[in-house]
């Protein structure tokens, strides 16, 4: 299992690119790497999601280094609305894999 | 198209009452998930259902029942609620359980034991 260690909180001013890393030292060769985000008394939404080097979307891009041991989702130009928590899930929801947790999240502040 | 539809949004309990959350997708999805959320924590799997008719236990199944009614509905069901059980119950489904398929989730359902 996958288990993934992030920050718990991270500060920003508005306009800063904001990076936040997850590690995740025992991912296994058929994993993923995926990104939500969610705001107060909302679920959590989907942001990008990559296997290896790097992906990029209209929101946010994500690196992955080639041993794959960690990843950083880069936020460009975060603004106020950008506040929310950040999880990063690794690994299938199969078999053993039942507890597969999204963990506590990084909780991003940005402020003006 | 709504994606995923939870029931109740808000729900207050006496301790020892029982009550089934509603779950359902609109997206043909085959996996279902229900977790918890408590304050300041993250997402905690309760149960996950791969297809219809199949369910496995999550990280924290005790004290709950699921149903994976058919392919659209999974619901979850405490039988005699307890105040640690005080949540924000969030449903997600997905195309598989795979790694490279993401889950939508349902906007929660406020569950308040007394």
């Known amino acids: 299992l996958a288990k993934t260690t992030q920050p718990i909180s991270m500060d920003s001013y508005e306009g800063q690119e904001v990076n936040i890393t997850c590690s995740h030292n025992?991912?296994?060769?058929?994993?993923?790497i995926t990104w939500y985000q969610q705001f107060p008394s909302q679920g959590p939404r989907f942001i990008i999601q990559?296997?290896?080097t790097k992906v990029t979307n209209e929101v946010a891009s994500l690196f992955i280094p080639a041993d794959r041991k960690s990843s950083t989702l880069s936020l460009p130009r975060v603004s106020l609305s950008d506040t929310a928590v950040y999880y990063c899930?690794?690994?299938?929801?199969?078999?053993?894999?039942?507890?597969?947790?999204f963990g506590t999240g990084t909780r991003l502040q940005v402020t003006l | 198209n709504a994606g995923v539809t939870q029931t109740p949004k808000f729900q207050v309990l006496k301790t020892g009452q029982s009550m089934t959350l509603q779950c359902a997708q609109d997206?043909?999805?085959?996996?279902m998930y229900w977790y918890r959320q408590d304050p300041g924590m993250g997402l905690r799997l309760i149960y996950y259902?791969?297809?219809?008719?199949?369910?496995d236990k999550g990280e924290v199944p005790n004290g709950y029942n699921v149903s994976r009614l058919n392919k659209r509905e999974f619901s979850l069901r405490l039988e005699s609620a307890a105040p640690s059980q005080t949540s924000v119950y969030f449903c997600?489904?997905?195309?598989?359980?795979?790694?490279?398929?993401?889950?939508?989730f349902g906007d929660g359902t406020r569950l308040s034991i007394l």
């Open positions: 997600a489904s997905s195309d598989s359980g795979l790694s490279n398929q993401p889950q939508h």
């Open positions: 025992n991912i296994a060769t058929n994993d993923y």
């Open positions: 990559g296997y290896k």
């Open positions: 899930l690794v690994g299938d929801f199969t078999g053993t894999a039942s507890k597969l947790t």
């Open positions: 997206m043909n999805h085959n996996s």
């Open positions: 259902s791969a297809s219809e008719g199949t369910t």
